[in-house]
């Protein structure tokens, strides 16, 4: 007998295979691609659809209930990936802190990070409302396999979307030729569903990238041999940064008010921000105390880290919500360059306090994300709140456990590539760890010469800054909206204003982040997705009998997003799988519940 809707039996059930099945499965995902890959597509996808088979007894309103699953369980894969920053301790030779320091230092820093998420949804989704294509993913997977209507008109095109990830996923892996392209699923996927006038950016800022990349080697910005996102992602990271500092100033009397209605506002579920900010406090002081009493990092160090939160968390929500990429990595990277210039020379005090910002902005940002989810399919936030606290909890406990498996199943992950990098073409080959190569870098130059760094973050501040102000006067200029509009010309124009000219550098910044080929891709992905619905579109309107895909599915479950979707989910699962099947045939899982 299924527990009735609602109930605490209900909420049980959910909160255990979320925590039990949902969240170790995705930290096997994230915690196999962070070290495999560098990056990680986030649990949420993955959790979506397993969770719906729970759920889906209970009809259209089991979304909700896989919602909060999805957000307790991609909570757990999140800082399941964080174990990275153990690696870097074990690239450096640092003395590692016993692990329930480790547990107890991850829980504080993403339970501080959850509730600067939870502060900044007012503005972010309810105002802004941005896409965050793996939150609409998401909405769409749940909305579609709990609703038998929507499921008979969604099925083909999300399912076709999560047969071909998985297929071209299962390709790039066996054949050399293709993963020479840099194909990836998921960011053909993001791109599909962003469409060409946000990804056609990246294209162009990689391509400039490739051209500069000759002179930036002779000038001393890169060494012979290094891809250009070695520095474009400073100053990527500074353009969003120079533009995000005009969106704050211009939300900053918008934010004040939404946080006045959401304290009054009691029937939508809306944390009151009085208790939010408490627990943000709350936090931060336990964090405090952690870093200094126990792990003994400086106090204005931890201070410094905790400040930068706020800012990182407001860029790299931005970030992720225009373009589903969150450069956790690029805040770490920035956070350790700053202190070094404020004089830190220690490398452990520099990893230590980065991590406030990684994992912060990790699970804050996922807390966004799903924010974003639950605000389409009308679920509780204060739920959704706890259920992501307890993911939290159970997560700092994965994130240390997983790691070990993870090391004790893969020894050639132990070894510093940063140092011997020889081993990225022979032992390592297929574990390039590029994160926490990134971190092990930054964290070598601590007694360096920053200032042409800090440079080029400082230029990609001014130039992010004055596009932003361009795109706020042009854009939003009455005549310029009027004239876009007159005909397919002034429409191509305004195309090529708005997408390449002035593009949004929280678009545009995709380029700096990621390798050439994977801008190339994602801008693929976009010019496909608008292309689709330029073509198609005239056609359905113009068929006899023809009825609105809006009136059958909500207007966010476009073909395209439900394609682009699956695309993402299947990379995924395909990931789920080697991440398992590699654990399972070394024998390390067996290893470590043994106690070996």
Same mark, same amino acid.
């Given at each position: 007998?299924?527990?009735?809707?609602?109930?605490?039996?209900?909420?049980?059930?959910?909160?255990?295979?979320?925590?039990?099945?949902?969240?170790?499965?995705?930290?096997?995902?994230?915690?196999?691609?962070?070290?495999?890959?560098?990056?990680?597509?986030?649990?949420?996808?993955?959790?979506?659809?397993?969770?719906?088979?729970?759920?889906? /007894?209970?009809?259209?309103?089991?979304?909700?209930?896989?919602?909060?699953?999805?957000?307790?369980?991609?909570?757990?894969?999140?800082?399941?990936?964080?174990?990275?920053?153990?690696?870097?301790?074990?690239?450096?030779?640092?003395?590692?802190? /016993?692990?329930?320091?480790?547990?107890?230092?991850?829980?504080?820093?993403?339970?501080?990070?959850?509730?600067?998420?939870? $502060?900044?949804?007012?503005?972010?989704?309810?105002?802004?409302?941005?896409?965050?294509?793996?939150?609409?993913?998401?909405?769409?997977?749940?909305?579609?396999?709990?609703?038998?209507?929507?499921?008979?008109?969604?099925?083909?095109?999300?399912?076709?979307?999560?047969?071909?990830?998985?297929?071209?996923?299962?390709?790039?892996? !066996?054949?050399?030729?293709?993963?020479?392209?840099?194909?990836?699923?998921?960011?053909?996927?993001?791109?599909?569903?962003?469409?060409?006038?946000?990804?056609?950016?990246?294209?162009?800022?990689?391509?400039?990238?490739?051209?500069?990349?000759?002179?930036?080697?002779? %000038?001393?910005?890169?060494?012979?041999?290094? /891809?250009?996102?070695?520095?474009?992602?400073?100053?990527?990271?500074?353009?969003?940064?120079?533009?995000?500092?005009?969106?704050?100033?211009?939300?900053?009397?918008?934010?004040?008010?939404?946080?006045?209605?959401?304290?009054?506002?009691?029937?939508?579920?809306?944390?009151?921000?009085?208790?939010?900010?408490?627990?943000?406090?709350?936090?931060?002081?336990?964090?405090?105390?952690?870093?200094?009493?126990?792990?003994?990092?400086?106090?204005?160090?931890?201070?410094?880290?905790?400040?930068?939160?706020?800012?990182?968390?407001?860029?790299?929500?931005?970030?992720?919500?225009?373009?589903?990429?969150?450069?956790?990595?690029?805040?770490?990277?920035?956070?350790?360059?700053?202190?070094?210039?404020?004089?830190?020379?220690?490398?452990?005090?520099?990893?230590?306090?980065?991590?406030?910002?990684?994992?912060?902005?990790?699970?804050?940002?996922?807390?966004?994300?799903?924010?974003?989810?639950?605000?389409?399919?009308?679920?509780?936030?204060?739920?959704?709140?706890?259920?992501?606290?307890?993911?939290?909890?159970?997560?700092?406990?994965?994130?240390?456990?997983?790691?070990?498996?993870?090391?004790?199943?893969?020894?050639?992950?132990?070894?510093?590539?940063?140092?011997?990098?020889?081993?990225?073409?022979?032992?390592?080959?297929?574990?390039?760890?590029?994160?926490?190569?990134?971190?092990?870098?930054?964290?070598?130059?601590?007694?360096?010469?920053?200032?042409?760094?800090?440079?080029?973050?400082?230029?990609?501040?001014?130039?992010?800054?004055?596009?932003?102000?361009?795109?706020?006067?042009?854009?939003?200029?009455?005549?310029?909206?009027?004239?876009?509009?007159?005909?397919?010309?002034?429409?191509?124009?305004?195309?090529?204003?708005?997408?390449? $000219?002035?593009?949004? /550098?929280?678009?545009?910044?995709?380029?700096?982040?990621?390798?050439?080929?994977?801008?190339?891709?994602?801008?693929?992905?976009?010019?496909? %997705?608008?292309?689709?619905?330029?073509?198609?579109?005239?056609?359905?309107?113009?068929?006899?009998?023809?009825?609105?895909?809006?009136?059958?599915?909500?207007?966010?479950?476009?073909?395209?997003?439900?394609?682009?979707?699956?695309?993402?989910?299947?990379?995924?699962?395909?990931?789920?799988?080697?991440?398992?099947?590699?654990?399972?045939?070394?024998?390390?899982?067996? !290893?470590?519940?043994?106690?070996?």
């Amino acid at each position: 007998m299924k527990p009735a809707l609602g109930s605490w039996s209900y909420y049980l059930l959910l909160a255990a295979v979320a925590i039990f099945i949902l969240g170790p499965l995705g930290g096997v995902t994230a915690a196999y691609m962070n070290f495999s890959l560098g990056f990680f597509v986030g649990g949420q996808v993955l959790a979506g659809i397993l969770g719906s088979v729970v759920t889906l /007894p209970y009809g259209a309103e089991g979304k909700h209930g896989a919602n909060y699953m999805q957000t307790m369980a991609a909570s757990v894969a999140s800082m399941a990936a964080m174990g990275v920053l153990i690696q870097a301790m074990v690239w450096l030779g640092m003395p590692q802190p /016993p692990a329930w320091q480790l547990v107890l230092y991850f829980l504080c820093i993403g339970m501080f990070g959850v509730g600067v998420g939870m $502060l900044y949804t007012p503005i972010l989704v309810d105002k802004l409302q941005l896409t965050y294509p793996s939150g609409l993913a998401v909405a769409n997977i749940l909305r579609a396999l709990t609703d038998k209507r929507i499921l008979k008109t969604s099925v083909s095109k999300l399912g076709g979307g999560i047969g071909a990830g998985i297929g071209l996923s299962v390709l790039v892996d !066996k054949v050399a030729a293709i993963a020479a392209t840099g194909f990836s699923s998921a960011t053909f996927g993001g791109g599909i569903i962003l469409g060409a006038r946000i990804t056609v950016s990246a294209i162009l800022v990689g391509g400039l990238g490739e051209l500069l990349t000759p002179w930036l080697v002779e %000038s001393g910005y890169l060494n012979k041999g290094d /891809p250009f996102r070695k520095i474009g992602f400073i100053f990527a990271l500074g353009t969003i940064l120079g533009a995000a500092i005009v969106d704050l100033s211009l939300l900053a009397k918008d934010a004040v008010a939404k946080f006045k209605a959401a304290k009054d506002q009691k029937s939508d579920g809306v944390t009151k921000v009085g208790r939010l900010v408490a627990w943000v406090a709350f936090w931060a002081m336990g964090l405090m105390i952690v870093a200094t009493q126990i792990l003994n990092v400086p106090w204005y160090w931890v201070l410094f880290a905790i400040a930068l939160a706020f800012v990182f968390q407001m860029i790299n929500g931005i970030s992720q919500g225009i373009t589903d990429q969150n450069p956790i990595s690029s805040a770490f990277v920035v956070t350790v360059l700053l202190m070094g210039l404020l004089g830190l020379r220690d490398p452990l005090i520099g990893l230590f306090a980065g991590s406030i910002l990684l994992v912060s902005c990790t699970v804050g940002v996922d807390m966004q994300q799903d924010r974003s989810t639950g605000w389409r399919l009308g679920s509780d936030r204060s739920i959704q709140f706890r259920f992501q606290m307890i993911g939290v909890v159970m997560g700092a406990l994965i994130a240390v456990l997983m790691t070990r498996v993870f090391l004790s199943a893969y020894p050639v992950l132990k070894e510093n590539l940063f140092a011997h990098p020889e081993l990225r073409e022979s032992a390592a080959k297929g574990w390039q760890s590029a994160m926490t190569y990134k971190f092990v870098g930054v964290l070598n130059t601590l007694a360096k010469d920053q200032n042409k760094t800090l440079g080029v973050m400082g230029l990609g501040v001014v130039l992010g800054l004055l596009i932003e102000v361009a795109r706020k006067v042009v854009l939003r200029h009455p005549k310029y909206v009027v004239w876009k509009v007159k005909n397919a010309t002034t429409r191509a124009l305004d195309f090529v204003v708005d997408g390449l $000219l002035i593009a949004s /550098p929280y678009a545009s910044s995709f380029g700096g982040f990621v390798d050439f080929s994977a801008s190339v891709w994602f801008g693929l992905g976009g010019v496909a %997705s608008s292309a689709f619905n330029t073509l198609t579109k005239p056609k359905e309107a113009a068929q006899p009998g023809h009825v609105p895909e809006g009136e059958v599915l909500p207007d966010d479950m476009s073909t395209t997003s439900l394609v682009g979707g699956g695309l993402i989910a299947g990379e995924s699962l395909f990931a789920l799988f080697l991440g398992l099947s590699g654990l399972i045939a070394s024998g390390a899982i067996v !290893k470590i519940l043994s106690g070996e």
